[in-house]
């Protein structure tokens, strides 16, 4: 067997822009710790010489406080908490703030692996290829349990929920291969739900892509669409018993018996999977659940195609 004694990596790669400002915090609350734990043990063992009892009988100096020591030792870890504090909701920020600019991929966990598919259509199973350079939006849900879509190098790691939608972005900087890993406990072959990560250069991503048979997920969508006869009712221009759905997404609708909603992703998969929850104020609960029929992916093939429609569909063609 070939073990090297000195290839045991404590931290793994750094290979997204995130890695480097999250160990940087991780860094710094570890010196802390690590210089607050280290005086006090010093402290401690100076004190228990300095102070020991020299005689028997012997009775220590009462002590009445001391404002100046109180006051240091409230005012000092009150500084280190905060800049700690504002330092990890920077960090935060930059990690659930996805760049505008961002290339949509899905990702579905299911016992026990993961389905993902990228924006060209091109699909994988426990496999995520990905150029160097570009940022990078995972859309994810499950099929089954709660799992945990994890890549180490790239230091994210976001859970993964049945009936929901999260999201995670990354943007890789080093070509290689790395871990996949569920970190979320779901099952018997939960330490199985594992894969790899393959970063290339754009180049050599470009030529893998093209060496997979792929339909776009809102090609694929629009298929999906006429077979479930959505066209049925949702008719351009307001004119069948649903409403159009062209360039709904991210509005903010009035709902049957007050209140609103914005139609973001969660809002349109929750409309298709339970479409009387969210009823948009003048349409009549006609449509029927979709829940159970429709595998996760088809869901979000749909949600890309509803997505890519146009908020007022040509003139031409719908006029009879
Ligand atoms: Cu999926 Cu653990």
């Known amino acids: 067997m070939n073990f090297d004694l000195f290839d045991f990596p404590i931290f793994p790669e750094q290979a997204s822009t995130l890695a480097s400002s999250v160990d940087a915090l991780y860094f710094f609350a570890l010196a802390i710790s690590a210089f607050f734990s280290l005086l006090i043990a010093v402290v401690l063992f100076i004190f228990f010489v300095k102070y020991r009892r020299q005689r028997t009988g012997e009775v220590g100096e ?51 692996m993961w389905k993902i598919q990228h924006p060209e259509g091109n699909r994988e199973i426990n496999e ?45 900087t ?6 996949l890993f569920c970190a979320e406990y779901c099952g018997a072959e939960h330490s ?33 669409f006429a077979q479930y006869a959505c066209t049925t009712c949702h008719l351009e221009k307001g ?33 298709i999977m339970l479409p009387t929850a969210k009823l948009v104020a003048g349409y009549d609960p006609l449509m029927p659940t979709f829940q159970g029929q429709i595998s996760e992916e088809g ?20 006029e009879d």
């Open 174 to 179: 080093k070509p290689g291969t790395y871990h």
């Open 62 to 112: 009462p002590i009445h406080g001391s404002l100046a020591l109180e006051v240091t030792w409230s005012i000092i870890p009150l500084i280190i908490t905060m800049v700690l504090f504002g330092w990890g909701a920077k960090v935060f920020l930059e990690i659930v703030t996805p760049p505008e600019n961002a290339r949509e991929y899905f990702a579905t966990g299911k016992q026990w």
């Open 128 to 172: 995520l290829h990905v150029p160097t350079g570009v940022p990078i939006k995972m859309t994810l849900t499950s099929e089954d349990v709660i799992h945990s879509f994890y890549i180490p190098a790239f230091r994210v790691k976001r859970d993964v929920l049945p009936g929901r939608y999260t999201t995670l972005w990354f943007e890789a």
């Open 239 to 271: 004119s069948g018993r649903g409403p159009w759905l062209g360039g709904i997404a991210g509005e903010t609708v009035a709902l049957v018996g007050g209140g609103s909603a914005v139609r973001d992703d969660n809002y349109l998969r929750e409309s």
């Open 192 to 224: 199985q739900m594992i894969g790899k990560v393959v970063v290339m250069e754009p180049d050599d991503y470009q030529t893998w892509l093209a060496g997979g048979k792929a339909k776009s997920p809102i090609a694929a969508g629009e298929e999906l």
């Open 299 to 318: 869901v979000m093939q749909l949600i890309a195609y509803i997505k890519s429609l146009d908020s007022e569909p040509s003139a031409e063609g719908s």
